[in-house]
Each structure stands twice: as structure tokens, then as C-alpha cells.
């Protein structure tokens, strides 16, 4: 697979990752299944897919710990990437960014992951009760001390896709306000925010900041939370675990609305002898060298598929038609 760089450090990864929040986390528990999971983290690693994306309340805990089986037999061939920073609790998640917690959150990880350091240990949100430089500072001592190689930062967008209707003020400001202020601390190797076909907002708002300053950029939920494989019907419904299930773009009449974003991708893909997420995933790709998508996986046959997107180029042609797609609709349209 085409290898890629995050950050000045120049970590090498695989141009596509593997998301592995939906093993433990987000989507429907009655699904999930441990062994299957293995088998599509092995599947991915095998594919030349090398970035494991992770975070401690994924579970909680137990991703990294399904993880941790994985790479107690196949450390080296991967880039270990994980988070602190929310705390799980009764239907609702709280941020932390205290020194303190950050060590200990560290020291858990890497006890759960069954490695001794961290490739890329991402702050998960910014906590607006402690100031961004200490949370920084803290994890660049890691980085010192020899647990974690480099930091990244994970940002949402307010207003985006399921959080309500979008704010007038400029897209990701305040995270680019945070960005600086922990540039000033220690290096930022990495973002990781949400970038795909119907969410293409970052793509304005943070790459630019990235590219200029040769950060590596992860695109989260690169496949729409499924939507974009083409492999959900509107109105299958959801279960009430499931994101999904409360997602403005996931009710019944929102996904017939959006089916036409599926029917170009299609029609893309069959230009390619591909799949409409493989086009989703290629689509992504092309934002720069910078971007590693980082597709959510729970089953080999697709782990192995999005791995495949690395072979797909698109044509200029393609990048028009995909251009030309309508935007996504949500419940509040």
C-alpha cells in the first residue's frame, strides 16, 4: 500500500487506516462480536493497512484491550494510535484535561494495548475548564519521557452533522484557535476530524492550516457512518444504542433524501471496477498526501475492501461529478 507522513516527524503509515471504534463502541452492541473484530484487524494489517485508530473510552477500555491482543503478536508492523481526554458516563461524556488524569490516562493505554509506547496520542476534546497549553504540556512530558512518539488533536466542528443545526460563525474557528495555542507548546503532528463526500467541511477550514504546516490530517468517519457504502436502507431503523438512531441525517426520510450522494458514487464506482465506499474513501485521498482516512471496520470483508481504495485514482472527470453531488440533507433542513 502507497505509505503516507504524519507531521514533521514523519511517521510513516499506510495511506488508509482503520477505525476501530465500531468493534467496541457507537453502533449496535448486539453485533459486535470480539473474534470477528480480530479477524478484521488482522485482515487490515495484512491488506498493508498499518494505522490503528483507538481510544481509551471506546468500550471503555475495552477497544484498546481487543486491540492489545492484536499487537502483543504484530507490534511492529503497527502505528498505534489512541486517545484521552472524555470520560464515559450515565448518556453523557465529560472532558478532562488535568495533568494528572492525562499521565494516569497514559500509563492505562499502554498497559491495555500490551505495548511500551504510543505512536500517536491524540487529545479526544479540548476541556473548557482547563487551559489547552497544561493539557499539552502534559502530553508533550510524555513524549519526553518515552511512552508516546507524537500528539494529535481531535476537533469537531459545532453545528456539524448530527449536533444541531450549523452555527453562522466560521467552521472550526475555535479549533483553530486551539491549535495554535498548543502549537506554541509542542509540536501538533496530527488533526483528526470528520471529512467525507457529504461532510467536506475540513476540507476548506483545516487542511489548508495543516498542509502549510506540514501536519498530518486523519478524516474520521470518512464513510458517512456507513451511509456511504450504499449498503443501508432508508428506513431499516436503528437500535436505540446506535448513534445512528439519533443522527439528523439517519431517519427514514433524510436517507431517501440523500440517496442521490449513493447513486453518484455509484455511478463513479462502476467506472473503476470499485465500490461506492472505495470512491468515498478515493475522494478523500485526493484532498492531499497529508490525509489518511480513517474508515470504521468490524468485519474483514471490510477492513479489506476500504484497504483496496488506496489502488483507486480518480480522474479529473470523476472529481467533477463527485464535486457536483448535492449536498448532504439533515432533519433540520
Known amino acids: 500500500m502507497e505509505r503516507r507522513t504524519i507531521g514533521a516527524s514523519a511517521l510513516e503509515v499506510g495511506a488508509v487506516g482503520l477505525g476501530c471504534m465500531p468493534m467496541s463502541w457507537a453502533y449496535t452492541a448486539s453485533q459486535r462480536d470480539g473474534e470477528r473484530s480480530l479477524r ?20 471503555p477500555f475495552t477497544n484498546e484491550l481487543l486491540l492489545g491482543r492484536v499487537l502483543k503478536e504484530r507490534r511492529e508492523e503497527a502505528f498505534v494510535a489512541t486517545k484521552c481526554g472524555l470520560l464515559v458516563g450515565e448518556q453523557h461524556l465529560v472532558a ?11 500509563d492505562a493505554s499502554l498497559r491495555r494495548l ?22 499539552w504540556g502534559a502530553m508533550a ?8 512518539r507524537a500528539l494529535g488533536l481531535c476537533v469537531l466542528e459545532p453545528g456539524g452533522a448530527g449536533r444541531g443545526r450549523r452555527t453562522a ?27 467525507s463526500v457529504w461532510a ?4 476548506a477550514a483545516l487542511l489548508p492550516w495543516c498542509a502549510a504546516r506540514g501536519v498530518g490530517f486523519l478524516a474520521a468517519m470518512p464513510l458517512g457512518n456507513g451511509f456511504l457504502t450504499g449498503t443501508l436502507t432508508p428506513g431499516q431503523g436503528f437500535e436505540q444504542d446506535d448513534v445512528r438512531a439519533r443522527h439528523p441525517r439517519f431517519t427514514a426520510e433524510m436517507m431517501a433524501a440523500n440517496q442521490s450522494i449513493v447513486v453518484g458514487l455509484r455511478r463513479v464506482a462502476e467506472r473503476h471496477g470499485a465500490t461506492p465506499a472505495q470512491i468515498a474513501l478515493a475522494w478523500v485521498l485526493a484532498r492531499g498526501p497529508h490525509v489518511i482516512p480513517v474508515p470504521g471496520a468490524k468485519r474483514e470483508r471490510w477492513a479489506v475492501e476500504n484497504a483496496g481504495a488506496a489502488r483507486v485514482r480518480l480522474t479529473e472527470e470523476d472529481v467533477r461529478e463527485l464535486a457536483g453531488l448535492p449536498s448532504a440533507r439533515g432533519s433540520w433542513d
Do not use: W
Open 141 to 148: 512530558e510524555l513524549v519526553a519521557a518515552g511512552k508516546v
Open 40 to 59: 478484521a484487524v488482522h485482515a487490515a494489517l495484512d491488506a498493508g493497512v498499518t494505522l490503528l485508530d483507538t481510544a481509551d473510552m471506546y468500550g
Open 200 to 203: 467536506p467541511g475540513a476540507a
Open 114 to 135: 500490551q505495548t511500551d509506547v504510543i505512536d500517536l496520542y491524540q487529545l479526544h476534546r479540548v476541556d473548557p475548564e482547563v487551559p489547552v497549553e497544561e493539557t
Open 96 to 106: 478532562n484535561g488535568r495533568p494528572g488524569y492525562v499521565r494516569r490516562a497514559c
Open 169 to 195: 460563525s466560521a467552521p472550526y474557528a475555535q479549533a483553530l484557535r486551539q491549535l495554535e495555542r498548543a502549537q506554541q507548546v509542542f509540536p501538533v503532528s496530527c488533526v483528526q476530524a470528520e471529512l
